[in-house]
């Protein structure tokens, strides 16, 4: 399977400030068609996770522009612009070029 | 609008056997992979496998094979998820998504699954 490695696992942050999470692959995502299917997850207190960014840079139906992904091959980051307070939670990279699909342990988002 | 609506919270005792579903709507159920996720407490999220209801081709996680039972009922939009013997260590939030390609988009409400003697 492959691994999937979130930093920081914890991330206090200021109200309006921007964050970054980190997400390494244990090897490559690009799969054979070309694409890299490396998606960010949120997942709110007491909610199911909801998909924000799919693809590496892909916003989703709804997601506000304040998100944004980049990256490739194994090293990827998910950008806040200026963390808002419903951002709280925990948020999760998640790779699907390879069967099994498989998670990060997940960042936790807090605001100080 | 797309929507996974799953089945209610459940108790049960180790060794019980259970069935827990996921109705789509909004969409066309057959066109899409339905996979499962498990989120045990205050921990992360595992993939456990995927069906297509179209023709009901079935994969597994290795880490789940043969712990559950993936199918669905395309007559009625629902997939499921069942254990022939429960065991304390079940207990968690399992979400079913859908899955367009190699892509999860949506997430169920999730159903919570406690084991306990």
Redesign the interface.
């Known amino acids: 399977d492959i691994l999937m490695t979130q930093t920081p696992l914890s991330s206090p942050v200021t109200l309006g400030q921007p964050a970054s999470i980190s997400c390494r692959s244990s090897q490559s995502l690009v799969h054979s068609d070309g694409n890299t299917y490396l998606s960010w997850l949120q997942q709110r207190p007491g909610q199911p996770p909801r998909l924000l960014i799919y693809k590496i840079s892909n916003r989703f139906s709804g997601v506000p522009d304040r998100f944004s992904g980049s990256g490739a091959g194994t090293d990827f980051t998910l950008k806040i612009s200026r963390v808002e307070a419903e951002d709280v939670g925990v948020y999760y990279c998640m790779q699907a070029t390879q069967f099994p699909d498989t998670f990060g342990q997940g960042t936790k988002l807090e605001i100080k | 609008e797309v929507q996974l609506v799953q089945s209610g919270a459940e108790v049960k005792k180790p060794g019980e056997s259970l069935k827990i579903s996921c109705k789509g709507s909004g969409y066309s159920f057959t066109s899409y992979w339905i996979?499962w996720v498990r989120q045990m407490p205050g921990k992360?999220?595992?993939?456990m496998?995927i069906i297509y209801p179209g023709d009901s081709d079935t994969?597994y996680?290795?880490?789940f094979q043969g712990q559950v039972t993936i199918s669905a009922d395309k007559s009625i939009s629902t997939a499921y998820l069942q254990w022939s013997s429960l065991k304390a260590s079940d207990t968690a939030m399992y979400?079913c998504v859908r899955?367009p390609g190699?892509?999860?988009?949506?997430?169920?409400?999730?159903t919570l699954v406690t084991v306990s003697s």
Not at chain 2, 102 to 110: K, T
């Open positions: 996979g992360g999220l595992e993939w496998g994969r996680s290795p880490s979400y899955r190699l892509v999860i988009d949506y997430w169920g409400q999730g």
